[in-house]
């Protein structure tokens, strides 16, 4: 069993290296080639993703996408439905 104390650094690396840029698979890989288990770096992860989700913030509304195709002249183009599609519904 891996030290509550050890879990905690590799959290707090985690952490820090993720708010770099660092990707997680690059952080996982460091972490093995140093010598970490597979299993103790996997159990950071998920700490961490438990961790990040709990902060995040919870969306109200579900975001609307919008999108315009414009000609040369940025006049607006209407899209025709495909034929499958007002056949099929």
């Not at 104390?5 to 840029?21: A, M």
């Not at 899209?79 to 007002?86: A, D, E, M, V």
């Amino acid at each position: 069993m891996v030290p509550e104390e050890s879990t905690r650094k590799v959290v707090e690396y985690f952490k820090k290296n993720l708010k770099k840029g660092y990707t997680v698979e690059s952080l996982r890989w460091a972490l093995i080639n140093q010598g970490y288990s597979r299993l103790h770096v996997q159990n950071a992860i998920e700490k961490v993703n438990k961790d990040l989700s709990e902060k995040a913030p919870v969306l109200k509304e579900k975001p609307v996408i919008k999108y315009e195709i414009i000609d040369e002249h940025d006049n607006p183009i209407k899209i025709k439905k495909p034929w499958w599609r007002k056949v099929f519904g």
